[in-house]
């Protein structure tokens, strides 16, 4: 069966994590004086702590150490691109390597960009809020010439460092009404509702969801959650997870999920780890899916097209997201502006066996 296309029309709800102004992190780049001052130590030991561990007492290191987590300090290995400006380095944050469309998007971003003569490198925020401020705060040293994000910046103090870098940056993955610079779109509200009405016109009744509880997995959850109330069928409460990092989350979601005793027709995965691993569980319970359980995903991957019966899900063209990323930057780099600083990307509900 050939793709249903999905185009875009409702904006995604981003959240917006404010700023804690209180923070040493809110206002600029942390010095090395101000971990010092916090450790009780000189800023030479501080350096030191890092370049030569060895030399340093345990109690001073883990001093140093603590100093260096409540400052968000990140010591600059890059001096010579601070003094020269610019490098010619591009990063690309993505949520997980875990995920091979992620992988997709990047690699497609990157034949662009080390086609225009930069160099791509990636770096993993792991849905990571916390990992995510190092990371930003470690392009402050860096200086890079730009920057790809497989997904949207939420926390304030991100976008904040983001502004003061004042380089070009293009989001992704979510429909936001206010991206910080250019951004490749796709509507996570509009494949979330999808999903509940080719669930319940394929005659599902007790519907439920398994997803993340932050970023893109909390706005597929509520626009799922909604569309199930409004198209009169019941919405079964699922798991929602404080992180995911490979298919074993799936597994554990779904087992948590079924082991509470409730009458469920079919799931929806919010990610294509969660999905590959609810199915794996399934089969591993013998259930027969759909006969017993019907599962859903988001994203694609070889993995979901090879488990039988195949899993249906609700995908992203990952290699479309990165190309087009990657023709925005090196417009701007290369002094053009982007026909477009917004570009609205359909998603495609791909149907396998298992819905």
Same mark, same amino acid.
């Given at each position: 069966?050939?793709?249903?296309v999905?185009p ?6 981003v959240?917006r994590?404010?700023c804690?102004e209180?923070?040493?992190a809110a206002?600029g ?6 971990v010092a001052?916090r450790?009780g130590v ?10 030569k561990?060895?030399?340093v007492?345990?109690t001073t290191?883990?001093r140093?150490?603590e100093?260096v987590?409540?400052?968000g300090?990140?010591?600059n290995?890059?001096?010579?691109a ?7 380095i591009i990063?690309?944050f ?6 091979p ?9 990157a034949?662009v960009?080390?086609g225009?003569?930069y160099?791509?490198?990636?770096a ?6 916390e990992?995510e401020?190092?990371?930003?705060r470690?392009?402050e040293?860096?200086?890079p010439a730009?920057?790809f994000?497989?997904g949207?910046l939420?926390?304030?103090l991100?976008?904040s460092?983001?502004r003061r870098?004042?380089i070009?940056?293009v ?7 206010s991206?910080?610079d250019?951004l490749?779109a796709?509507?996570?509200t ?15 009744r007790?519907?439920s969801?398994?997803g993340r ?5 909390i706005?597929?959850?509520t626009a799922?959650r909604?569309?199930?109330r409004?198209?009169g ?16 989350d #799936?597994?554990?979601a779904?087992s =948590?999920?079924? %082991? /509470?005793?409730?009458?469920i027709?079919? @799931?929806?995965c919010?990610?294509d &780890?969660?999905a590959?691993g ?23 991957s070889?993995?979901?097209?090879a ?11 990952p290699?479309a997201i990165?190309?087009?990323a #990657?023709?925005?930057?090196?417009a =701007?780099l290369? %002094? /053009?502006p982007?026909?477009?600083?917004? @570009?609205l990307?359909?998603?495609? &509900?791909r149907?396998r066996?298992s819905?």
């Amino acid at each position: 069966m050939p793709d249903i296309v999905i185009p875009v029309e409702a904006l995604d709800p981003v959240q917006r994590i404010p700023c804690d102004e209180a923070s040493p992190a809110a206002g600029g780049p942390v010095r090395i004086e101000e971990v010092a001052r916090r450790a009780g130590v000189s800023s030479i030991t501080v350096s030191r702590s890092f370049r030569k561990p060895e030399l340093v007492s345990d109690t001073t290191r883990a001093r140093v150490e603590e100093a260096v987590r409540a400052t968000g300090f990140s010591l600059n290995p890059h001096a010579s691109a601070l003094r020269s400006g610019r490098t010619n380095i591009i990063t690309a944050f993505i949520s997980t390597v875990a995920s091979p469309q992620f992988l997709r998007a990047a690699d497609a971003f990157a034949l662009v960009l080390e086609g225009a003569g930069y160099e791509v490198v990636l770096a993993r925020t792991s849905y990571s809020y916390e990992r995510e401020i190092r990371l930003a705060r470690t392009l402050e040293q860096m200086r890079p010439a730009g920057a790809f994000i497989t997904g949207v910046l939420e926390q304030e103090l991100c976008r904040s460092i983001f502004r003061r870098l004042a380089i070009p940056v293009v989001e992704s993955w979510a429909n936001s009404s206010s991206p910080i610079d250019m951004l490749v779109a796709v509507s996570n509200t509009d494949g979330a509702r999808t999903a509940a009405r080719f669930m319940a016109e394929r005659g599902y009744r007790r519907l439920s969801f398994i997803g993340r509880a932050s970023g893109r997995g909390i706005i597929r959850h509520t626009a799922f959650r909604e569309e199930c109330r409004a198209l009169g069928v019941e919405f079964v409460e699922g798991e929602i997870l404080a992180s995911v990092r490979s298919a074993d989350d #799936g597994r554990a979601a779904l087992s =948590r999920l079924l %082991g /509470r005793g409730e009458r469920i027709d079919a @799931i929806f995965c919010a990610n294509d &780890l969660l999905a590959c691993g609810a199915l794996i569980e399934a089969r591993a319970r013998g259930l027969d899916v759909p006969g017993d359980l019907a599962l859903m995903g988001f994203g694609d991957s070889d993995l979901m097209q090879a488990i039988a019966p195949g899993l249906t899900t609700v995908t992203p063209d990952p290699e479309a997201i990165g190309r087009l990323a #990657g023709e925005m930057l090196a417009a =701007r780099l290369g %002094g /053009r502006p982007p026909p477009e600083t917004t @570009i609205l990307l359909p998603l495609h &509900l791909r149907v396998r066996g298992s819905v």
